[in-house]
Protein backbone atom coordinates (compact mmCIF):
# COMPACT_ATOMS: atom_id res chain seq x y z
CA UNK A 1 0.00 0.00 0.00
CA UNK A 2 3.06 2.65 0.83
CA UNK A 3 4.51 1.91 -2.57
CA UNK A 4 1.29 1.88 -4.22
CA UNK A 5 1.18 -1.64 -5.14
CA UNK A 6 4.28 -1.54 -7.37
CA UNK A 7 5.41 -4.64 -6.17
CA UNK A 8 5.74 -6.80 -9.22
CA UNK A 9 9.59 -6.91 -9.66
CA UNK A 10 10.26 -6.98 -6.21
CA UNK A 11 8.35 -9.31 -4.11
CA UNK A 12 9.54 -10.31 -0.52
CA UNK A 13 6.75 -9.47 0.76
CA UNK A 14 3.48 -11.63 1.20
CA UNK A 15 0.27 -9.15 -0.32
CA UNK A 16 2.80 -9.20 -3.56
CA UNK A 17 1.77 -12.43 -4.31
CA UNK A 18 -1.24 -11.13 -5.55
CA UNK A 19 0.49 -9.19 -8.16
CA UNK A 20 3.34 -11.52 -9.25
CA UNK A 21 3.73 -15.00 -7.01
CA UNK A 22 7.54 -15.02 -8.57
CA UNK A 23 8.08 -12.62 -5.77
CA UNK A 24 7.72 -15.62 -3.16
CA UNK A 25 11.02 -17.22 -4.49
CA UNK A 26 12.99 -14.03 -2.78
CA UNK A 27 12.11 -15.13 0.61
CA UNK A 28 15.17 -16.90 2.56
CA UNK A 29 12.89 -18.14 5.76
CA UNK A 30 9.44 -18.90 7.13
CA UNK A 31 7.62 -15.79 7.56
CA UNK A 32 4.44 -15.04 9.60
CA UNK A 33 2.17 -11.64 8.37
CA UNK A 34 -0.78 -10.05 10.19
CA UNK A 35 -2.27 -6.83 9.43
CA UNK A 36 -5.11 -4.56 11.29
CA UNK A 37 -6.44 -1.50 10.43
CA UNK A 38 -9.32 1.37 10.25
CA UNK A 39 -10.32 2.95 7.08
CA UNK A 40 -13.14 5.74 6.51
CA UNK A 41 -14.58 6.42 3.46
CA UNK A 42 -16.11 9.85 2.29
CA UNK A 43 -18.54 10.48 -0.62
CA UNK A 44 -19.73 14.44 -1.52
CA UNK A 45 -22.83 13.68 -4.05
CA UNK A 46 -23.95 16.89 -6.63
CA UNK A 47 -27.15 16.36 -7.69
CA UNK A 48 -28.89 19.08 -9.56
CA UNK A 49 -27.32 21.80 -7.90
CA UNK A 50 -27.30 20.76 -4.35
CA UNK A 51 -24.25 18.88 -2.70
CA UNK A 52 -24.60 16.29 0.37
CA UNK A 53 -22.36 14.58 2.40
CA UNK A 54 -22.37 10.90 3.83
CA UNK A 55 -19.34 8.68 5.42
CA UNK A 56 -18.65 5.35 6.90
CA UNK A 57 -16.02 4.05 9.54
CA UNK A 58 -14.91 0.26 9.36
CA UNK A 59 -11.49 -1.52 10.82
CA UNK A 60 -10.63 -3.97 8.37
CA UNK A 61 -8.25 -7.20 8.35
CA UNK A 62 -6.51 -6.79 5.10
CA UNK A 63 -3.85 -9.71 5.46
CA UNK A 64 -2.28 -12.24 6.95
CA UNK A 65 -0.12 -15.24 5.61
CA UNK A 66 2.65 -17.91 5.95
CA UNK A 67 5.54 -18.54 4.11
CA UNK A 68 7.87 -21.82 4.24
CA UNK A 69 10.36 -23.85 2.51
CA UNK A 70 13.87 -23.51 2.56
CA UNK A 71 17.38 -23.69 0.59
CA UNK A 72 17.43 -26.64 -1.96
CA UNK A 73 21.23 -26.76 -3.05
CA UNK A 74 23.85 -24.17 -3.19
CA UNK A 75 25.61 -25.12 -6.22
CA UNK A 76 22.59 -26.52 -8.59
CA UNK A 77 20.28 -24.39 -10.53
CA UNK A 78 17.75 -24.72 -8.42
CA UNK A 79 18.49 -22.62 -5.08
CA UNK A 80 14.97 -21.99 -2.78
CA UNK A 81 11.44 -23.63 -2.94
CA UNK A 82 9.19 -21.64 -1.32
CA UNK A 83 5.80 -21.86 -0.48
CA UNK A 84 2.87 -20.26 1.03
CA UNK A 85 -0.86 -19.74 2.08
CA UNK A 86 -2.91 -17.03 3.37
CA UNK A 87 -5.67 -14.39 2.64
CA UNK A 88 -5.79 -10.80 1.31
CA UNK A 89 -8.61 -8.40 1.22
CA UNK A 90 -8.58 -7.66 -2.55
CA UNK A 91 -11.79 -5.00 -2.53
CA UNK A 92 -13.52 -3.28 -0.20
CA UNK A 93 -17.59 -2.37 -0.21
CA UNK A 94 -18.05 -0.51 3.04
CA UNK A 95 -19.49 2.87 2.21
CA UNK A 96 -22.35 5.23 2.56
CA UNK A 97 -23.81 7.72 -0.34
CA UNK A 98 -26.51 10.19 -0.41
CA UNK A 99 -27.86 12.90 -3.12
CA UNK A 100 -30.48 15.45 -2.56
CA UNK A 101 -31.69 17.55 -5.47
CA UNK A 102 -35.25 19.15 -6.69
CA UNK A 103 -35.67 17.76 -10.06
CA UNK A 104 -37.23 20.47 -12.26
CA UNK A 105 -38.35 17.84 -15.44
CA UNK A 106 -39.13 14.62 -14.06
CA UNK A 107 -40.10 12.20 -11.45
CA UNK A 108 -39.53 8.04 -11.41
CA UNK A 109 -42.85 7.26 -11.76
CA UNK A 110 -42.27 8.87 -15.47
CA UNK A 111 -39.80 5.97 -16.50
CA UNK A 112 -42.61 3.44 -15.00
CA UNK A 113 -45.54 5.33 -17.19
CA UNK A 114 -42.77 5.01 -20.00
CA UNK A 115 -42.25 1.43 -19.60
CA UNK A 116 -46.53 1.05 -19.39
CA UNK A 117 -46.92 2.95 -22.59
CA UNK A 118 -45.15 0.45 -24.44
CA UNK A 119 -46.52 -2.32 -23.72
CA UNK A 120 -49.63 -2.83 -25.89
CA UNK A 121 -51.06 -5.52 -23.89
CA UNK A 122 -52.40 -2.98 -21.58
CA UNK A 123 -54.58 -1.05 -23.86
CA UNK A 124 -57.49 -3.68 -23.92
CA UNK A 125 -59.84 -2.11 -22.01
CA UNK A 126 -60.52 -5.84 -20.38
CA UNK A 127 -57.11 -6.49 -20.07
CA UNK A 128 -56.52 -7.49 -15.91
CA UNK A 129 -53.00 -4.82 -15.80
CA UNK A 130 -52.68 -5.92 -12.07
CA UNK A 131 -52.16 -9.36 -12.88
CA UNK A 132 -49.82 -8.71 -15.98
CA UNK A 133 -47.60 -6.33 -13.68
CA UNK A 134 -47.49 -9.08 -10.72
CA UNK A 135 -45.81 -11.60 -13.25
CA UNK A 136 -44.21 -9.92 -16.00
CA UNK A 137 -42.64 -6.88 -13.43
CA UNK A 138 -43.15 -7.89 -9.80
CA UNK A 139 -40.29 -5.50 -8.69
CA UNK A 140 -40.98 -2.17 -9.90
CA UNK A 141 -44.57 -1.63 -12.10
CA UNK A 142 -46.32 -4.09 -9.32
CA UNK A 143 -45.46 -2.40 -6.92
CA UNK A 144 -45.73 1.02 -7.82
CA UNK A 145 -49.27 -0.05 -8.96
CA UNK A 146 -50.12 -1.89 -5.86
CA UNK A 147 -49.81 1.27 -3.53
CA UNK A 148 -51.07 3.50 -6.27
CA UNK A 149 -48.02 5.52 -7.74
CA UNK A 150 -49.61 4.39 -11.32
CA UNK A 151 -53.37 4.13 -11.68
CA UNK A 152 -55.47 2.79 -14.72
CA UNK A 153 -58.20 6.01 -15.99
CA UNK A 154 -60.52 6.64 -18.81
CA UNK A 155 -60.77 9.94 -20.66
CA UNK A 156 -63.92 10.99 -22.32
CA UNK A 157 -63.61 9.25 -25.37
CA UNK A 158 -63.50 5.77 -23.77
CA UNK A 159 -59.99 5.73 -24.17
CA UNK A 160 -58.01 3.95 -21.20
CA UNK A 161 -54.67 5.03 -20.10
CA UNK A 162 -52.14 5.55 -17.21
CA UNK A 163 -51.07 7.93 -15.15
CA UNK A 164 -49.86 9.06 -11.26
CA UNK A 165 -50.80 11.58 -8.50
CA UNK A 166 -47.24 12.11 -8.91
CA UNK A 167 -46.03 15.51 -10.73
CA UNK A 168 -44.15 15.14 -14.12
CA UNK A 169 -40.94 17.22 -12.32
CA UNK A 170 -40.87 19.72 -9.06
CA UNK A 171 -40.19 16.99 -7.05
CA UNK A 172 -37.42 16.69 -4.70
CA UNK A 173 -35.78 13.47 -4.53
CA UNK A 174 -33.15 11.87 -2.05
CA UNK A 175 -31.28 8.36 -3.26
CA UNK A 176 -29.35 7.23 -0.17
CA UNK A 177 -26.94 3.66 -0.51
CA UNK A 178 -25.62 1.81 2.10
CA UNK A 179 -22.86 -0.58 1.79
CA UNK A 180 -20.64 -3.47 3.26
CA UNK A 181 -19.04 -6.56 2.45
CA UNK A 182 -15.61 -7.42 0.74
CA UNK A 183 -14.26 -9.75 -1.74
CA UNK A 184 -10.68 -11.88 -0.28
CA UNK A 185 -8.55 -14.08 -1.65
CA UNK A 186 -7.10 -17.21 -0.30
CA UNK A 187 -3.82 -17.80 -1.73
CA UNK A 188 -1.95 -21.41 -2.28
CA UNK A 189 1.64 -20.67 -3.78
CA UNK A 190 4.71 -21.66 -4.64
CA UNK A 191 7.90 -20.11 -6.27
CA UNK A 192 11.40 -21.33 -7.34
CA UNK A 193 15.14 -19.80 -7.07
CA UNK A 194 17.23 -20.51 -9.84
CA UNK A 195 20.98 -19.24 -9.61
CA UNK A 196 19.90 -16.09 -7.47
CA UNK A 197 18.81 -14.73 -10.70
CA UNK A 198 15.68 -16.09 -11.89
CA UNK A 199 12.46 -15.95 -9.52
CA UNK A 200 9.53 -18.72 -11.62
CA UNK A 201 6.15 -18.66 -9.13
CA UNK A 202 2.31 -19.64 -9.27
CA UNK A 203 -0.44 -19.51 -7.41
CA UNK A 204 -4.34 -20.63 -6.75
CA UNK A 205 -6.61 -18.13 -5.38
CA UNK A 206 -9.60 -18.92 -4.14
CA UNK A 207 -11.57 -16.14 -3.95
CA UNK A 208 -14.92 -15.14 -1.92
CA UNK A 209 -17.14 -11.99 -2.21
CA UNK A 210 -20.13 -11.13 0.48
CA UNK A 211 -22.13 -7.91 -0.13
CA UNK A 212 -25.22 -6.26 1.39
CA UNK A 213 -26.42 -2.89 -0.19
CA UNK A 214 -29.60 -1.60 0.57
CA UNK A 215 -30.75 1.53 -1.24
CA UNK A 216 -33.48 4.05 0.00
CA UNK A 217 -34.71 6.36 -2.86
CA UNK A 218 -37.94 8.59 -1.49
CA UNK A 219 -39.65 11.82 -3.45
CA UNK A 220 -41.75 14.45 -2.02
CA UNK A 221 -43.60 17.58 -3.78
CA UNK A 222 -41.79 21.02 -4.07
CA UNK A 223 -45.66 22.08 -3.91
CA UNK A 224 -47.66 20.61 -1.09
CA UNK A 225 -50.82 21.32 -2.46
CA UNK A 226 -51.70 18.60 -4.70
CA UNK A 227 -52.76 15.26 -3.96
CA UNK A 228 -49.22 13.65 -3.25
CA UNK A 229 -47.28 14.00 -0.44
CA UNK A 230 -44.21 11.20 -0.54
CA UNK A 231 -43.20 7.91 -1.93
CA UNK A 232 -40.56 6.21 -1.42
CA UNK A 233 -39.21 2.76 -2.10
CA UNK A 234 -36.04 0.34 -0.71
CA UNK A 235 -34.19 -2.02 -2.73
CA UNK A 236 -32.33 -4.65 -0.91
CA UNK A 237 -29.31 -6.68 -2.38
CA UNK A 238 -27.18 -9.47 -1.35
CA UNK A 239 -24.74 -10.99 -2.91
CA UNK A 240 -22.38 -14.01 -2.15
CA UNK A 241 -20.12 -15.79 -4.40
CA UNK A 242 -16.71 -18.45 -4.61
CA UNK A 243 -14.37 -18.16 -7.14
CA UNK A 244 -11.08 -19.52 -8.51
CA UNK A 245 -8.53 -18.06 -10.23
CA UNK A 246 -4.61 -18.74 -11.48
CA UNK A 247 -1.96 -16.98 -11.38
CA UNK A 248 1.63 -17.20 -12.68
CA UNK A 249 5.09 -14.47 -12.96
CA UNK A 250 8.48 -14.51 -13.06
CA UNK A 251 11.30 -12.16 -12.19
CA UNK A 252 14.77 -11.89 -13.41
CA UNK A 253 17.91 -9.90 -12.40
CA UNK A 254 19.74 -9.03 -15.52
CA UNK A 255 21.91 -7.34 -13.55
CA UNK A 256 22.43 -6.36 -10.20
CA UNK A 257 20.76 -3.12 -9.82
CA UNK A 258 17.47 -3.52 -11.86
CA UNK A 259 14.85 -6.15 -11.62
CA UNK A 260 12.24 -7.29 -13.86
CA UNK A 261 8.75 -8.74 -13.72
CA UNK A 262 6.03 -9.90 -15.70
CA UNK A 263 2.94 -11.78 -14.10
CA UNK A 264 -0.09 -13.20 -16.19
CA UNK A 265 -3.73 -13.43 -14.11
CA UNK A 266 -6.28 -16.12 -15.50
CA UNK A 267 -10.26 -14.87 -15.46
CA UNK A 268 -11.29 -15.40 -12.02
CA UNK A 269 -14.33 -17.48 -12.07
CA UNK A 270 -17.56 -16.34 -9.70
CA UNK A 271 -20.79 -18.68 -9.04
CA UNK A 272 -22.87 -15.72 -7.53
CA UNK A 273 -25.95 -16.42 -5.69
CA UNK A 274 -27.95 -13.37 -5.11
CA UNK A 275 -31.33 -12.29 -3.47
CA UNK A 276 -33.23 -9.22 -4.31
CA UNK A 277 -36.37 -7.73 -2.40
CA UNK A 278 -37.87 -4.28 -3.26
CA UNK A 279 -40.37 -2.58 -0.66
CA UNK A 280 -42.59 0.62 -1.66
CA UNK A 281 -44.49 2.96 0.26
CA UNK A 282 -46.96 5.65 -0.63
CA UNK A 283 -48.59 9.16 1.06
CA UNK A 284 -51.39 10.38 -1.01
CA UNK A 285 -54.33 12.60 -0.02
CA UNK A 286 -57.79 10.14 0.12
CA UNK A 287 -61.29 10.73 0.84
CA UNK A 288 -62.01 13.45 2.88
CA UNK A 289 -58.96 15.16 2.42
CA UNK A 290 -56.96 12.28 4.80
CA UNK A 291 -53.78 11.17 4.38
CA UNK A 292 -53.60 7.65 3.23
CA UNK A 293 -50.84 5.62 3.78
CA UNK A 294 -50.31 2.04 0.82
CA UNK A 295 -47.13 0.04 1.58
CA UNK A 296 -46.29 -3.27 -0.68
CA UNK A 297 -43.35 -5.51 -0.27
CA UNK A 298 -42.21 -7.58 -3.18
CA UNK A 299 -41.72 -11.33 -3.03
CA UNK A 300 -37.69 -11.86 -2.48
CA UNK A 301 -35.76 -12.63 -5.69
CA UNK A 302 -33.01 -15.62 -5.76
CA UNK A 303 -31.00 -16.51 -8.46
CA UNK A 304 -27.50 -17.92 -9.02
CA UNK A 305 -25.23 -16.78 -12.29
CA UNK A 306 -22.05 -16.82 -13.35
CA UNK A 307 -19.48 -14.19 -13.88
CA UNK A 308 -16.29 -13.96 -15.29
CA UNK A 309 -13.56 -11.18 -14.83
CA UNK A 310 -11.23 -9.99 -17.42
CA UNK A 311 -7.52 -11.47 -17.85
CA UNK A 312 -4.61 -9.61 -16.36
CA UNK A 313 -1.01 -8.88 -18.10
CA UNK A 314 1.31 -6.75 -15.84
CA UNK A 315 4.97 -5.80 -16.61
CA UNK A 316 7.32 -4.33 -14.04
CA UNK A 317 10.31 -2.69 -13.26
CA UNK A 318 12.61 -2.37 -9.99
CA UNK A 319 15.83 0.24 -9.75
CA UNK A 320 18.29 -1.27 -6.63
CA UNK A 321 20.09 1.81 -5.49
CA UNK A 322 22.36 -0.58 -3.32
CA UNK A 323 21.58 -0.75 -0.07
CA UNK A 324 20.14 2.96 0.72
CA UNK A 325 16.71 2.57 -1.27
CA UNK A 326 14.71 1.53 -4.96
CA UNK A 327 12.33 2.77 -7.20
CA UNK A 328 9.87 0.39 -9.02
CA UNK A 329 6.77 0.57 -11.43
CA UNK A 330 3.90 -1.33 -12.85
CA UNK A 331 2.14 -1.57 -16.28
CA UNK A 332 -1.32 -3.43 -15.82
CA UNK A 333 -3.46 -4.31 -18.94
CA UNK A 334 -7.26 -5.45 -18.57
CA UNK A 335 -10.10 -5.80 -21.02
CA UNK A 336 -12.96 -5.08 -19.25
CA UNK A 337 -15.20 -5.78 -21.92
CA UNK A 338 -13.85 -8.94 -22.05
CA UNK A 339 -15.97 -10.06 -18.58
CA UNK A 340 -18.81 -12.20 -19.13
CA UNK A 341 -21.89 -12.89 -17.40
CA UNK A 342 -24.05 -16.20 -17.82
CA UNK A 343 -27.47 -13.87 -18.71
CA UNK A 344 -28.24 -13.89 -22.42
CA UNK A 345 -28.44 -10.39 -23.90
CA UNK A 346 -25.90 -8.74 -21.50
CA UNK A 347 -23.41 -6.94 -23.83
CA UNK A 348 -20.45 -6.05 -21.46
CA UNK A 349 -18.63 -4.95 -24.26
CA UNK A 350 -20.44 -2.90 -25.51
CA UNK A 351 -20.63 -0.75 -22.22
CA UNK A 352 -16.71 -1.40 -21.26
CA UNK A 353 -13.38 -1.17 -22.67
CA UNK A 354 -9.59 -1.94 -22.46
CA UNK A 355 -7.30 0.09 -19.69
CA UNK A 356 -4.18 0.38 -18.60
CA UNK A 357 -3.20 0.18 -14.61
CA UNK A 358 0.07 2.11 -13.97
CA UNK A 359 1.53 1.99 -10.42
CA UNK A 360 5.31 3.76 -9.22
CA UNK A 361 6.61 3.34 -5.64
CA UNK A 362 9.62 3.76 -3.78
CA UNK A 363 11.61 2.71 -0.68
CA UNK A 364 14.79 4.33 1.38
CA UNK A 365 16.34 2.50 4.35
CA UNK A 366 18.00 4.48 6.93
CA UNK A 367 19.75 1.90 9.27
CA UNK A 368 16.60 -0.37 10.85
CA UNK A 369 13.88 2.44 9.51
CA UNK A 370 12.01 2.02 5.92
CA UNK A 371 10.52 5.25 4.54
CA UNK A 372 7.90 4.29 1.78
CA UNK A 373 5.50 6.58 -0.80
CA UNK A 374 4.07 5.34 -4.14
CA UNK A 375 1.23 6.52 -6.97
CA UNK A 376 -1.34 4.47 -8.71
CA UNK A 377 -3.52 5.44 -11.71
CA UNK A 378 -6.57 2.54 -12.03
CA UNK A 379 -7.97 3.26 -15.97
CA UNK A 380 -11.61 4.11 -16.22
CA UNK A 381 -13.59 0.32 -17.34
CA UNK A 382 -15.32 2.93 -19.50
CA UNK A 383 -12.36 3.44 -21.81
CA UNK A 384 -9.58 5.80 -22.08
CA UNK A 385 -10.19 8.88 -21.59
CA UNK A 386 -13.35 8.84 -19.15
CA UNK A 387 -14.01 11.12 -16.77
CA UNK A 388 -16.06 8.19 -14.61
CA UNK A 389 -15.03 5.40 -12.80
CA UNK A 390 -11.12 5.75 -12.88
CA UNK A 391 -9.01 5.45 -9.49
CA UNK A 392 -5.98 7.64 -7.97
CA UNK A 393 -4.01 6.63 -5.13
CA UNK A 394 -0.97 7.62 -2.87
CA UNK A 395 0.35 5.87 -0.70
CA UNK A 396 3.13 6.64 2.28
CA UNK A 397 4.45 4.31 4.77
CA UNK A 398 7.74 3.29 7.25
CA UNK A 399 8.84 0.01 8.33
CA UNK A 400 10.99 -0.55 11.56
CA UNK A 401 13.13 -3.93 12.10
CA UNK A 402 13.09 -4.26 15.77
CA UNK A 403 15.27 -7.34 15.13
CA UNK A 404 16.38 -9.64 12.57
CA UNK A 405 13.04 -11.65 13.73
CA UNK A 406 9.98 -9.16 13.95
CA UNK A 407 9.44 -5.64 12.41
CA UNK A 408 6.06 -3.58 12.14
CA UNK A 409 5.08 -2.04 8.86
CA UNK A 410 2.50 1.21 9.26
CA UNK A 411 1.11 2.44 6.03
CA UNK A 412 -1.27 4.69 4.44
CA UNK A 413 -3.39 5.07 1.23
CA UNK A 414 -5.76 7.54 -0.17
CA UNK A 415 -8.02 6.67 -2.78
CA UNK A 416 -9.67 9.12 -5.18
CA UNK A 417 -12.83 8.64 -7.53
CA UNK A 418 -15.37 10.01 -9.06
CA UNK A 419 -18.42 8.36 -10.57
CA UNK A 420 -21.79 8.96 -12.08
CA UNK A 421 -25.07 7.38 -11.03
CA UNK A 422 -28.17 7.82 -12.74
CA UNK A 423 -30.94 7.27 -10.12
CA UNK A 424 -33.32 6.19 -13.36
CA UNK A 425 -34.04 7.38 -17.18
CA UNK A 426 -36.70 8.84 -19.12
CA UNK A 427 -36.71 9.89 -22.63
CA UNK A 428 -37.27 12.65 -24.66
CA UNK A 429 -36.69 12.28 -28.30
CA UNK A 430 -34.05 9.38 -27.74
CA UNK A 431 -31.84 11.05 -24.70
CA UNK A 432 -32.39 10.69 -21.09
CA UNK A 433 -33.39 13.81 -19.51
CA UNK A 434 -32.36 12.86 -15.93
CA UNK A 435 -29.10 14.10 -14.97
CA UNK A 436 -26.26 12.04 -13.39
CA UNK A 437 -25.59 12.20 -9.63
CA UNK A 438 -22.08 12.75 -9.22
CA UNK A 439 -20.20 11.56 -6.77
CA UNK A 440 -16.44 12.80 -5.73
CA UNK A 441 -15.20 10.07 -3.26
CA UNK A 442 -12.06 9.51 -0.87
CA UNK A 443 -11.15 6.64 1.09
CA UNK A 444 -8.26 7.24 3.88
CA UNK A 445 -6.84 3.31 5.26
CA UNK A 446 -4.25 2.83 7.91
CA UNK A 447 -2.41 -0.63 8.46
CA UNK A 448 -0.48 -2.00 10.75
CA UNK A 449 1.64 -5.29 9.82
CA UNK A 450 3.11 -7.41 12.06
CA UNK A 451 6.03 -9.59 10.27
CA UNK A 452 7.79 -12.53 12.35
CA UNK A 453 10.73 -14.80 10.41
CA UNK A 454 10.36 -18.22 11.98
CA UNK A 455 13.81 -20.33 12.63
CA UNK A 456 14.03 -23.59 11.05
Given at each position: ?52 Y ?23 P ?22 T ?84 E ?9 Y???F ?49 G ?10 V ?12 G ?13 S ?142 G ?14 K ?11
Open positions: MAMGNATGAIGGDFTALCINPAGLGLYRSHEFTFSLGPQYHNCLSDYYGSSEASRFRVTLPNMGLVGGGQVSNFNLRYLMFAVGMTRTNDFNYHQTAGLNPNSSMVDSYLQTVNGIDQLFNPSSDPGTYFSENHPYDLNPAWETYLIDRYTDSLGNIYFDSPVPPGNVWQTDNVTSKGRTEWTIAAAANYDKLIGASLGLTHMKRISTRTYQETPNDPNGSFYDWRLEQELGDTAWGVNFKTLIYYPTSWLRGAAWHTRTIYVIEQWSTDYQTTLKGHSQRETHRYLSPVLYQNYEFHTPHTFIGSLAFILGQRGMISADVEYMDYGSSWFSFDGVDIRGVLKPTYNLRLGTEWRLRQYYLRGGLAYYGSPYGFGEKYGSLKKLGLGFGYAVSQETSWDFAYELTQSTTGFTPYQVYDDQNIVEDAVRHQWRNVVVTLKIKIKE
